[in-house]
């Protein structure tokens, strides 16, 4: 099966105001209250709070939710500062599940602003920063109109590129379509190497929390990150795109030995250890070269 019929591309942007303005009176102001030869462009500008962040904090929990559903289920395509995913198939409906609960809420955002909030937070502007001789400035807001089309939220959902289906070669010359072919494969497969590390960061972040945890005198027993340990487990093999056995080998230890529930850790230090010793060995068996994999194969019983 090839990773054509295995995942699509996801990509999602959002945008959202930052609620600040320059005021360059006050920069001025403050580049020559301190004598500052070459005015602000020298001493910098200052930005005051034009929006207060409660009147964003929606957008933005709403961008949080959707990027934690995206870190989740996803492993970056190509590199990270992309932000272009890889999602499994057998993802797809429970991320489009996310995004309409997501999409719904921030249409129940904007409206909101629409009908009234974005008046409100001008109005509490106007008292917070004193419209009578203060820093508020009218020519600072646009119109709700304005001001709620800054507010972007959209994804798309692509096939990955397949080097056998580019109809656009058909164009060019067998030298040159050979040529794109190449490169194109060569970029697939940097990136399907890059997702395997990205899955052993992925876990090797999960056992490195886990050991944070647990390995305290008084440990609290963190329920988000059993949920998060426990979602990871599941996924790793959806997640394996290449077929890499090491990743085969250590979801199965995972499963056998660190799946449980908070209260079976919580007061018992016997467990905690062991717990920790299993995460240490996870850590071993991401880290080993292939000699000692098989000598920990045969010792731990993996990968049989």
Known sequence: MT?????VLLHATFSIP??????????????????????????????????????????ID???????KIESVTLPYLHEN?????????????????????????????????????KEALDEARKRLNDNGGMFR?????????FIGKFKMEKFMRPIPDVHSMGFLT????????????????????SMQASVQSLYNKIRNEMNGLIGILDKDSPRICESRLDG??????????????????????????KEHLLFVPASL???????????????????????????????EKLYGFGS
């Open 3 to 7: 990773l054509q019929t295995k995942a």
């Open 18 to 59: 930052s609620g600040r303005k320059v005021d360059k009176a006050i920069s001025d102001k403050v580049a020559d209250d301190y004598s500052v030869t070459g005015g602000r462009a020298q001493s910098g500008n200052f930005n005051k709070i034009a929006i207060a962040i409660s009147y964003l904090r929606p957008f």
């Open 62 to 68: 709403i961008k949080r939710t959707v990027e934690k």
């Open 82 to 118: 992309d932000k272009m995913y890889i999602l499994p198939n057998v993802k797809i409906m429970d991320f489009a599940k996310v995004w309409r609960k997501a999409t719904s809420d921030w249409d129940s955002s904007i409206n909101e602003l629409r009908l009234g909030k974005y």
């Open 138 to 146: 009218e020519s600072d807001y646009t119109d709700v109109e304005r």
């Open 171 to 190: 164009s060019l010359s067998e030298l040159e379509a050979q040529g794109i072919r190449k490169e194109v494969e060569s970029s697939i497969n940097e």
């Open 229 to 254: 340990l426990t979602h990871l487990i599941r996924i790793m093999v959806d997640l394996n795109f290449t077929g890499d056995q090491k990743i085969n080998d250590i979801q199965r230890y995972m």
């Open 266 to 296: 919580r007061g018992n230090e016997h467990a905690q250890q062991e717990a920790i010793s299993h995460a240490y060995v996870v850590i071993k068996m991401l880290d080993s070269d292939e000699e000692t994999y098989k000598a920990m």
